[in-house]
């Protein structure tokens, strides 16, 4: 089991950036394939970005090219997000989310029911 904590999550202004952060614990954070989540108010979560096992396989949702970028520190049992450019519209719940795979696995995975762990979530509000 691997326990996953968000944090970085707060209130910008459109164009800033903001960097999350998703720690885990519990078994070795290198055998999970992880990914960024995120749901708005009223609407459905829907993946941000998506990373494999060793970080060298990544997706990025069509809204998120170019602004988001995703990676890993399998050393440090962290992933994160690096949002730059941020619109009224990113303003939502962040999740992070991992799915046990196959060392050495170059998945990635970018739907929900993939993942079988999850954190509590960060809030990311940007104002206009």
């Known amino acids: 089991q691997v326990q996953l904590v968000e944090s970085g999550g707060g209130l910008v202004q459109a164009g800033d950036s903001l960097r999350l952060s998703c720690a885990a614990s519990?078994?070795?954070?290198?055998?999970?394939?992880m990914g960024w989540f995120r749901q708005a108010p009223g609407k459905e979560r829907e993946v941000v970005a998506a990373i494999s096992w060793s970080g060298g396989s990544t997706y990025y949702a069509d809204s998120e090219k170019g602004r988001f970028t995703i990676s890993r520190d399998n050393a440090k049992n962290t992933m994160y997000l690096q949002m730059n450019s941020l619109k009224p519209d990113d303003t939502a719940v962040y999740y992070c989310?991992?799915?046990?795979?196959?060392?050495?696995?170059?998945?990635?995975?970018?739907?929900?029911?993939?993942?079988?762990?999850w954190g509590q979530g960060t809030q990311v509000t940007v104002s206009s």
């Open positions: 989310a991992a799915r046990d795979v196959s060392s050495y696995s170059t998945a990635y995975y970018y739907r929900i029911y993939e993942y079988n762990h």
């Open positions: 519990g078994r070795t954070f290198s055998s999970y394939a």
